[in-house]
């Protein structure tokens, strides 16, 4: 099993940054990629970002409302992840999610098979 541990949620201002984590314990081995969802209320969960690799390539892929402010990162030693949020709108508002993917293949859809509990971050007008 593998378990993915957020931090770093909050409140921040319009236009603030703010950067989440995300540890991964467990059996950690053969992870294809990792990414980032969110989900606001009455919304569906929504692809964020993700960090995949093939070989010896390494991918990051955005959702079109976030590129250019956020940023998705990985150290290797601690077996995390980041997601850097810069420019913050009121419609970043949403429960951040990291998951865990060890099947290859696509990364923006939801087909991953762990998922941390969850991480609120509120953007304030």
């Known amino acids: 099993q593998v378990q993915l541990v957020e931090s770093g949620g909050g409140l921040v201002q319009v236009g603030g940054s703010l950067r989440l984590s995300c540890a991964a314990s467990g059996r950690t081995d053969s992870t294809y990629a990792m990414g980032w969802f969110r989900q606001a209320p009455g919304e569906e969960r929504e692809f964020v970002a993700a960090?995949?690799?093939?070989?010896?390539?390494?991918?990051?892929d955005y959702t079109d409302s976030v590129k250019g402010r956020f940023t998705a990162s990985r150290e290797k030693a601690k077996n995390t992840v980041y997601l850097q949020m810069n420019s913050l709108k009121p419609e970043d508002t949403a429960v951040y999610y990291c998951?865990?993917?060890?099947?290859?293949?696509?990364?923006?859809?939801?087909?991953?098979?762990?998922w941390g509990q969850g991480i609120q971050v509120t953007v304030s007008s």
């Open positions: 998951a865990a993917k060890k099947s290859p293949g696509g990364v923006t859809t939801l087909n991953y098979e762990y």
């Open positions: 960090i995949r690799w093939s070989g010896p390539y390494t991918y990051y």
